[in-house]
Structures are given as structure tokens and as C-alpha cells.
């Protein structure tokens, strides 16, 4: 059995791929093995996987952000050795995740559009380029994070329109010294800024929301993906905010001279479909 997991900050998707080709989905709360100690990541997988999917894993691919280097690889091969044992671990980027899924064996651009953004060139096999990403202050362009940051940078210098503005103060109740806590002072700053997408989803039609959604998408395409051989290949869009404002983003991608490619909400499926062909 082949085992897949997309791991988020919340929530990891898994897929159980059987030697019939068969596909069971499981999901469990958030793994990060950059900051679980090896018993709390065990305790997951004992006591959520197990139970749907048993122990006979032969290989087991595991793809999040920050999932790189000796040490990460490490731990996640021990504690997945433990929990199925004769199993091998592949832990590899969600940059790699993103690739796989939308080109499959083929070269081609992937892009990451979700909490925060990333991108790069993929040569059938691996990343053969990649710009760099920046985090939500200094890249991340057009993520839900960029999107959040902006809006919020709006409200408080006194920009939004009349309407928008009495709607968000209405609904949040957010002062600034209420938003300098929740960005400066407090965790998961990005995941804060990026949880007003839906807010900026109800108001994308007018003018001052639609000016900041396709500037944030044309911000993205002309500092990341101008790097890319972008007239050979289209450019493919892996997560929510591609998803929700794919309409939006294919004018812009369309108006930067680009070809708009494959739009997925998650990675999963797709990679479903990559290692089932695994030459």
C-alpha cells in the first residue's frame, strides 16, 4: 500500500492507494514535524490512521511546507517506521506536492495560491526553479494573507469605501490597536490576515475589491512568473484563492501574455494520479 498526506497547519489529507488501485481518503488533525516531538506524531497516526488503513504501508509519501532537509526526513521516517513497520518515507515540499499535481510527469509552471503563495518551474521530474517566496511581508503576493494584508492596510488608513468599511465593523469589530495586537503580538499573523478572504470573496465585484484582487494577481505574475519560460508552457494553479477567484485571475494571467493552465482547490487528488503512474 502507498500512503499520501498533504499536510496543512490544521489538518493533514491522506490517501491510501492499494494494490488494486483502490483509494480510501482519511483525515487527521495538523502534523508538523518541525516543531511535534516523535511520541506526539505517533499518537496521531496510532490512534487516527491506523484504525482506517491498518499497518501494511509499503511507501509513504508525505508532502507540507517547511518539509525539507536531513533532520525533518529523519524524524518522520522513525515514527512512521515505528508505526508501520518496513515502511520507507519521502517527505517533500508542498512546492513539489503542487507540481506533481498539476503537471504530472511533464515540465511545467506550478504556482501556489492559497494562505501564502510560492511558485516555480518543474522539469518532469523536480523543481528545476524556483522564486523565491518571500513569506506574507516580504513576497507571498496574492496569497489570502497578501489579500488580508491589504485589506486591512486599507481599513485602517481610512480607504475603503463607505459600505465596505461599515460592513467590516460591523462584522469584526476590529480596532487598530485590536489588529496591531493580532499581527505583531500574537501566533499565525498570516493566518489571521488570510481569514478575511471570504469577506473580500462577498465584495469582489466592486470597483475598490476588484482593483485590489487583480492588482495582487498581476503583483504575483510579474515578480514570480516573468522568471519562467511562460510562453512555452501555461501557468497551473494549485489552491483556494486560485480556486474561489479563478475568473479574476485567468483575465489577469490572460492579460500579462501568459496561457491560463490546470486550476486545483488542493494537491491531493492530483497526487493520487502522479504516484499511481510512478514510472
Known amino acids: 500500500m ?11 489529507s491522506w490517501r491510501a492507494i492499494a494494490e488494486d488501485g483502490s483509494v480510501k481518503t482519511v483525515e487527521t488533525v495538523g502534523i508538523n514535524p518541525v516543531f511535534m516531538e516523535d511520541a506526539e506524531i505517533e499518537k496521531i497516526l496510532n490512534e487516527n490512521l491506523v484504525p482506517e488503513i491498518g499497518t ?5 509519501y508525505f508532502y507540507g511546507a517547511g518539509m525539507v532537509g536531513g533532520e525533518i ?35 511545467g509552471i506550478a504556482c501556489i495560491l492559497g494562505t501564502g503563495s510560492n511558485s516555480c518551474f518543474y522539469d518532469g ?8 517566496a518571500g ?26 469605501p463607505p459600505a465596505i468599511e461599515n460592513e467590516f465593523t460591523k ?27 471570504p469577506f473580500i470573496s462577498e465584495f469582489k465585484n ?12 498581476e503583483e504575483f505574475l510579474h515578480r514570480n512568473i516573468v522568471h519562467y519560460d511562460y510562453k512555452k508552457y501555461p501557468v497551473n494553479f494549485v489552491g483556494s484563492i486560485a480556486f474561489y477567484y479563478k475568473d479574476i485571475l485567468e483575465k489577469a494571467v490572460n492579460a500579462a501574455g501568459m496561457r491560463m493552465g490546470i486550476v486545483l482547490k488542493g494537491p491531493i487528488d492530483g497526487l493520487v494520479e502522479y504516484h499511481k503512474n510512478v514510472k
Not at 501494511?56 to 509513504?60: F, G
Not at 462584522?171 to 478572504?197: N, T
Not at 466592486?206 to 484582487?213: E, F, T, V
Open 2 to 12: 502507498q500512503l499520501i498526506a498533504d499536510s496543512g497547519s490544521t489538518k493533514v
Open 206 to 217: 466592486h470597483p475598490h475589491m476588484a482593483n485590489l484582487l487583480k492588482s495582487s494577481f
Open 56 to 60: 501494511k504501508v509499503d511507501r509513504i
Open 73 to 107: 526526513s529523519a524524524k518522520l521516517e522513525r515514527c512512521f517506521g515505528k508505526v508501520f513497520p518496513g515502511s520507507t518515507c519521502e517527505a517533500s515540499s508542498d512546492v513539489l506536492a503542487a507540481a506533481r499535481a498539476l503537471c504530472g510527469h511533464k515540465p
Open 125 to 132: 521530474e523536480g523543481i528545476a526553479q524556483n522564486v523565491r
Open 171 to 197: 462584522r469584526y469589530g476590529l480596532d487598530y490597536m485590536a489588529i496591531v495586537q493580532k499581527v505583531y503580538r500574537e501566533p499565525m499573523p498570516s493566518r489571521f490576515l488570510a481569514s478575511f478572504s
Open 135 to 160: 513569506g506574507f511581508i516580504l513576497g507571498d503576493e496574492a496569497s489570502g494573507a497578501y489579500l488580508g494584508k491589504r485589506l486591512i492596510s486599507d481599513f485602517i488608513k481610512g480607504l475603503l
